[in-house]
């Protein structure tokens, strides 16, 4: 009689284990949007990032170039 019960317990817990892996496995990423005009991506972020160290450079070198004046 134990070992019956803890055969289906064993069971049990493989199904449930089963099935959660198939939930996550089936899940899609979440999708980050700006108020829904356009999606955020790593794409846009680099692009961003690229951008504000791109102008932090260029400040940076006006400003040691009106230091030397």
């Known amino acids: 009689m134990l070992c019956s019960t803890r055969a289906r317990e064993c069971e049990y817990s493989f199904a ?4 959660f892996a198939n939930e996550v496995y089936s ?4 999708q980050f949007t700006a108020w829904g005009l356009f999606p955020v991506n790593y794409q846009l972020l ?3 990032g690229g951008s504000c160290a ?9 400003h040691i170039l009106s230091l030397k004046k």
């Open 27 to 30: 899940r899609k990423p979440p």
């Open 16 to 19: 449930m284990a089963v099935s």
């Open 46 to 48: 680099f692009a961003a």
């Open 54 to 62: 791109t102008n932090m450079a260029i400040l940076m070198q006006a």
